[in-house]
């Protein structure tokens, strides 16, 4: 059931939950000469405008909410981050498993990835100041700005084992790259493993893409 709904401000894109469920990151829509177009149905391709009081801009970026759940019946939802150097909506948004990397991935044909904590305590949900290193981070250089595709990012995936992402865009590419480095990787023979395990040995553990 619904325990708590709040405003974004925005048109929202994409969300992720961060693996400790404590979090959840949140995707914009564009925003175009002050205003952001409008999606399908209705009013399809309609400039809307945004109002004077809308401050903060949300031009293809990136929200961080905290999730504080005091008992199974109550959620409180707090804003406790915001950045990204998108100029275009984040069609899709992940973390990583270990949940130290947020990436996402742009209609401007970019994939931006960030460090994050990786560990996130009761405590930390309720004091802001627990917040301040993802503040920064998503203020900051992303840790990898892959720029190799040649359309928007719609897809993207790590592998279980952390080592690896893939993405695919609008000009039907997929394309791969180390999740340390964000340096592309062309090496069929490297990712065969991935790729192709459909089995279940031990030694092939974590090369399956999440």
Not at 10 to 19: D, G, Q, T, Y
Not at 178 to 204: F, I, R, V
Request: with cysteine; charged share 20%; net charge neutral.
């Amino acid at each position: 059931k619904e325990l708590e709904c709040i405003d974004l401000g925005w048109p929202a894109r994409s969300v992720a939950w961060h693996p400790t469920g404590m979090a959840l990151a949140v995707g914009f829509h564009e925003k175009v000469k002050g205003g952001h177009k409008a999606g399908k149905g209705k009013g399809k391709g309609k400039k809307v405008t945004a109002s004077k009081s809308d401050a903060s801009p949300h031009v293809g970026s990136i929200h961080v909410y905290s999730v504080f759940m005091p008992d199974s019946n109550q959620c409180v939802l707090t804003k406790r981050a915001q950045g990204c150097r998108s100029v275009a909506w984040i069609g899709d948004i992940k973390f990583n498993h270990e949940g130290n990397i947020l990436a996402a991935g742009s209609h401007d044909k970019h994939m931006y990835a960030y460090n994050v904590p990786s560990q996130i305590s009761v405590s930390d949900v309720q004091n802001k100041g627990e917040w301040e290193d993802w503040n920064k981070s998503l203020g900051s250089k992303p840790k990898f700005d892959y720029n190799k595709h040649s359309s928007a990012v719609l897809h993207f995936d790590f592998s279980l084992d952390g080592k690896y992402w893939q993405s695919n865009c609008q000009a039907s590419e997929l394309l791969f790259g180390h999740a340390d480095t964000g340096q592309q990787e062309t090496s069929a023979t490297k990712l065969a493993d991935y790729n192709g395990q459909l089995d279940d040995n031990p030694e092939h553990e974590g090369q399956v893409w999440g």
